[in-house]
Every structure is written in structure tokens, then in C-alpha cells.
């Protein structure tokens, strides 16, 4: 089955700074790469997505990159605020017969110190 | 904005009592999915559902856990007997159609079993 690596588990910036998470996946199959935002106490928030025939995708602040070749994908948060302060994960999808099953990383605890 | 609806938010229980968890997904979504995240982990599937029918609880224990959606809609997970090693928060999600691959995330429910 698919396998999902994230890194680094803890990330620590200072407000205005950029901040990077990378994920890798072991599958060439998967097509789908969602990054979540999960608050204390609360369910993951879907934050940004990427499918496979897109290489880069942005939305204001945040922004996604997917290698395929080398089943990588990032993301991105510019002029980090103390409210990204959370968790985050990403994940793949492993399409098949299953197409909506979520192979999750195992998440970054980002801080963004005012 | 549509939300996904879970009940309980928390739960304790001793060992050996029986539990169930609630979820009710965004109208109209017809794929529902059982997560159980342990802390400090991603979440990890449980269970799939398109509209009543299971399409993958490959990961589901099947000798203590049960997972019912009986006309398609809410959807009831059950864990009799409930062990130590079952405290964790266990989410629920709803895909649409529309945008195959997002799902979105209900606030959980924390369940503890002392």
C-alpha cells in the first residue's frame, strides 16, 4: 500500500518568514495530494490540494508543488502569521478501487513566534 | 457552510463497555469515511462507505469494531468491547462528486477508555 513520509515533525519560524513542509509517497498511482490543517481539539481542515496533471498551485499565502517523478510534493506559507500556528498533514490518495482512501503523513507541528 | 456532524465530541468509558460514535456528512454526500487518529499520528482509514454499501474496511477490527449506514446517509461505528489501546479521536469525513478526492473532516470524537 501506499506510503506516505513527512518532514520535518517540527517547525518553528518567526512571524513574516516563509515556512516549508515536504511529503513523499511511495506510490506512482496516486493522483491526488491534499494538505490539511488541524487545530487542537478540532477535525483536519483541507487547506489546499494537487492532482497529478498540475505541477504547482497556489492560493494567496499558501502554495503546493508536486514532483511526480521523484513522488515528492511541498507546501508552501509565505508571511506567516501566528494564526497558521498548527498542525499540519498531508496526504495521497491511492486511487484504485478505492479512489478517496487518504494515506496520511505523519504531520508537522508548525509555530510561528509574533 | 455545510459541515460534517459528529456525537459525542468526548467520551469515556471503561474497558469492556460498549461505545458508538454518530456521524452525519455533508447533504448529498455519498462516500463517508471512518479515521481513527492517535495522538500525535495522521489519521488512519477505518472504514469506507459509498452511499450504504462498505467498499474498504480492510483496516477495520473486525472482532470489536462494526460500522453501520443503513439508508445511506448518517452513519453509526461501534467498538464492543472497548480496550485501553482504543483511546484516540475518531473522525469522520464526506466526499461529494462534484470534486472527487476532497473530504471534509468533522470535528471528531475524543473517546477514552480507562
Known amino acids: 500500500g501506499e506510503n506516505v513520509e513527512q518532514h520535518p515533525s517540527t517547525l518553528s519560524v518567526q512571524e513574516g518568514d516563509s515556512a516549508v513542509i515536504k511529503c513523499t509517497y511511495s506510490d506512482s498511482a496516486s493522483n491526488y495530494f491534499p494538505w490539511y490543517k488541524q487545530e487542537l481539539g478540532k477535525g483536519p481542515q483541507l487547506i489546499i490540494d494537487?492532482?497529478?496533471?498540475?505541477g504547482e498551485k497556489k492560493d494567496q499565502r499558501i502554495a503546493v508543488t508536486l514532483n511526480k517523478t521523484a513522488k515528492h510534493f511541498s507546501l508552501h506559507i509565505t508571511e506567516t502569521q501566528p494564526e497558521d500556528s498548527a498542525v499540519y498533514f498531508c496526504a495521497a490518495s491511492s486511487g484504485g478501487t478505492s479512489y478517496g482512501k487518504l494515506t496520511f503523513g505523519q504531520g508537522t507541528i508548525l509555530t510561528v513566534h509574533p | 457552510e455545510a459541515e460534517v456532524a459528529q456525537s459525542p465530541r468526548y467520551k469515556i468509558t471503561e474497558k469492556s463497555q460498549a461505545v458508538a460514535f454518530w456521524c452525519d456528512p455533508i447533504s448529498g454526500h455519498a462516500t463517508l469515511y471512518w479515521y481513527r487518529q492517535i495522538l500525535g499520528q495522521g489519521p488512519e482509514l477505518l472504514v469506507q462507505?459509498?452511499?450504504?454499501?462498505?467498499?474498504?474496511d480492510s483496516q477495520l477490527p473486525k472482532d470489536r469494531f462494526s460500522a453501520e449506514r443503513l439508508k445511506g446517509v448518517d452513519s453509526t461505528l461501534k467498538i464492543q468491547p472497548a480496550e485501553l489501546g482504543d483511546s484516540a479521536m475518531y473522525l469522520c469525513a464526506s466526499e461529494g462528486i462534484e470534486l472527487r478526492g476532497e473530504q471534509f473532516f468533522g470535528p471528531g470524537t475524543r473517546l477514552t477508555v480507562l
Open positions: 462507505f459509498q452511499d450504504e454499501s462498505v467498499v474498504d
Open positions: 494537487i492532482r497529478s496533471n498540475v
